[in-house]
C-alpha cells in the first residue's frame, strides 16, 4: 500500500478517535423531572379530615437525562417542598404526611439546583424541577355544615396559586375548590398566593378587588380567586 493512502487512513483514524473524545466529552444534562405518583388522593368526603393526620406516601423523583437519554432516580438528590406544609409536610427523601388540619390540594416539588453529571462536570446550570399533586379530600358531612355558616373557596383562570387564612384554612388552586365551616361571626381574612410564573388577578363573589379578602361569617360564603 502507497504512502498516500496510509497517510488518508491514518487521518481518518485520527478524525474519528478526537469526534468520540468529543462525543464522551459532553457532559450528561438534566432534561427534566417526573415525580411518582403524579397524583395521590387522601380521604373521603365523608372522612374526617383531622382522623388522615400521619398518613404517608413515600413519592420518587425520576430524572431524565441526554447525552446519553437515560432516567436515574434521583429521590435522594433533589430539594423537595410542600406549597402547602400547613396540609401536607415532605421530608428530605420524599416522605409526603397529611397533617390532618387543612383539607384541599396542594402542590410538591422536587428540583435541582445544580445540574452536572456524574463525575461533576457542570453543565447548563438551569433549575429543573418536577412536581406531584396532593388533595386531602374535604368532609362535607361532618367537621363541615351543621349550624355553622360554611365558606368555600374556588378558582378561575389559567394560573396556580392558593388561598389560605391564619386560622388554618389553606386551599390549593389544583383542587378545584375547598370547603371549610367556622363558628358565626368569626372574622375570616384570606390571601391569595401565587406560583411563579402566575400572577393574582383578582377576587369575585364574597370578595372584589385584589387586596386580601375579609369576610365576617354570618351566613353561608362563596369567594372565587382568579390566577393568571
Not at 390540594?105 to 445540574?115: D, E, I, K, R, Y
Amino acid at each position: 500500500m502507497s504512502r498516500k493512502w496510509l497517510s488518508i487512513i491514518a487521518l481518518i483514524a485520527t478524525a474519528s478517535s478526537l469526534l468520540v473524545v468529543s462525543s464522551c466529552g459532553d457532559p450528561q444534562e438534566l432534561v427534566s423531572i417526573t415525580v411518582q405518583p403524579g397524583t395521590e388522593t387522601f380521604g373521603t368526603s365523608s372522612t374526617p379530615v383531622s382522623s388522615l393526620a400521619g398518613a404517608q406516601v413515600q413519592l420518587r423523583a425520576l430524572g431524565n437525562y441526554i447525552h446519553p437519554p437515560v432516567t436515574k432516580d434521583i429521590t435522594n438528590q433533589v430539594t423537595w417542598a410542600s406549597n402547602t406544609p400547613q396540609m401536607v409536610t415532605v421530608n428530605s427523601s420524599g416522605l409526603i404526611t397529611v397533617t390532618g388540619g387543612p383539607c384541599g390540594g396542594t402542590l410538591v416539588s422536587a428540583t435541582v439546583t445544580t445540574n452536572h453529571d456524574g463525575s461533576g462536570v457542570s453543565s447548563s446550570g438551569a433549575v429543573v424541577t418536577g412536581y406531584m399533586t396532593a388533595d386531602v379530600v374535604c368532609d362535607t358531612t361532618g367537621s363541615v355544615g351543621g349550624s355553622e355558616p360554611i365558606l368555600t373557596v374556588s378558582f378561575l383562570g389559567s394560573g396556580t396559586g392558593t388561598v389560605s387564612s391564619a386560622l388554618g384554612f389553606s386551599c390549593a388552586s389544583t383542587a378545584g375548590s375547598c370547603v371549610d365551616s367556622f363558628p358565626s361571626g368569626t372574622t375570616v381574612t384570606l390571601t391569595a398566593t401565587p406560583i411563579a410564573p402566575s400572577t393574582f388577578g383578582d377576587w369575585s363573589g364574597g370578595c372584589t378587588g385584589t387586596s386580601t379578602c375579609v369576610l365576617l361569617m354570618e351566613s353561608d360564603t362563596t369567594v372565587t380567586a382568579t390566577f393568571n
